[in-house]
């Protein structure tokens, strides 16, 4: 196999025959790029190798959690070539403090948080910061090829892995969530990029400290649901876990449908499968647990709208996180009622973000909190960028965050214009953008193809070679 590097020319190759071919639905099969790669290599990770080239292990493929190695390999050409929004991306990702290679790893063997991360909080920012960082080196390896990234990234993983033992107090299961996240993106890429890395140790601590607390899930409100599931998946496919890998996506389909709501879903949303709004059955149980929003004029409000927008966020991030890895996987659920629910989501919290009046039946008696943070790109990607959907409001929140340099926020979210903005691959590689060609910020703003789109309704489309027939 070989370097990062090598896979561009193969990037490139795969577009030009996918871009011919467009299935009007696919699913179970795997991307574009990888195919080739998947039919002949079905084994055991290969310990000796230390590239970024795609490879297959029992069900899965890999790098394949949230980040491929296509994506990767498009963002090191346009991070090469300084084109925007990619190079000021990576330039902000690598200023970040977690990126300093003197920063230690501040491992606990206990992490305890309780409400807000507060009474107690040991060990609740070191293990998430930690986590996040870790990720950052991944990637900054797999820009650079530099080992010295490798070998941080590394350090993180295996101070935690020697240490920790357990989670507790009231927010344990939410913390563990939020740090999984982090750790299985990070793991996967170092594990199947990085020769020198024995991996065993952190298998160990994601199956026996992590797993456990998060594969069920958790009722008490979506964006823990959520995130604990898409950690779970995640930690799946690093640990070609099949049987997990599924259960934790039967949820989170079940979730979905009960954190955003469409019209089509009646007077009131939908409750998840075994939750105790299902159990109880009435609306005032799902009045109560939509924080009192009674009336539901509108595609895309969420289950914590009426909370605030910045947990709301962090669950349209789950949603588009677990999306991303699926279709890594080869399963598109931006072609399904996930993708409905997610872009109408993304599209109403990003019009009142921008300043948009809210209407009387929305949250009544309460103003929204508006706190949305850099949770957008994965989403836009997907429906505007490739799927050529208008998406206008979330366009122009977009254009500030990156402005900005966000990096995402300090939980599990990060980085994801570096990762996401404008990339073809995961979609067969051509999409319907043209901003791959250029360096103009305009040409980057304007990704969303408005004057060509279809309605706002469609989905995006995987680009597929018809003699594709691995399946994920």
Known sequence: MVHITSIVALL?????????HHFERIRHHVPVQMRAKAETTKSTPDKSTSDNSTSTTGSFVHPGVFVSAPQLA???EQVDAKKEPWASAFKSMMGDNLMSLSRDPSPKSSVDCGSRSQNPSNGCTNEREDAMAAYGMALAFSLTGESKYAEKSADYMDAWAKTIKKHTASNAPLQTGWSAASWARAGELIKHTYKKWDSTSFENMLKEVYLPNLKNGDDRTGNWDLVMLESAIGISVFLDDKETYDSAMSKYKGRVPAYVYLKSDGKTPKAAPGSPQARKRGSSSITGFWFNQKDYESDGIAQETCRDFVHTGYGLASISHVAETSLIQGENLYETEIGDRLKAGVEFHSKFQLGADKPSWLCPGDGLTLNLEAVTEPAYNAFSTQGGASMPNTKKLIEKFRDQNSRGNALFVAWET?????????????????????????DVAAADNSSAAPSSTSRVRRRCAPSATASA
């Open 12 to 20: 490139a190759a795969s577009t030009a025959v996918s871009a011919s």
């Open 74 to 76: 498009f963002v090191k």
């Open 418 to 442: 570096l990762t996401h903005a404008a990339n073809p691959s995961n979609f067969g590689g051509a999409g319907n953008s043209t901003l791959t060609a250029s360096s103009d910020d305009t």
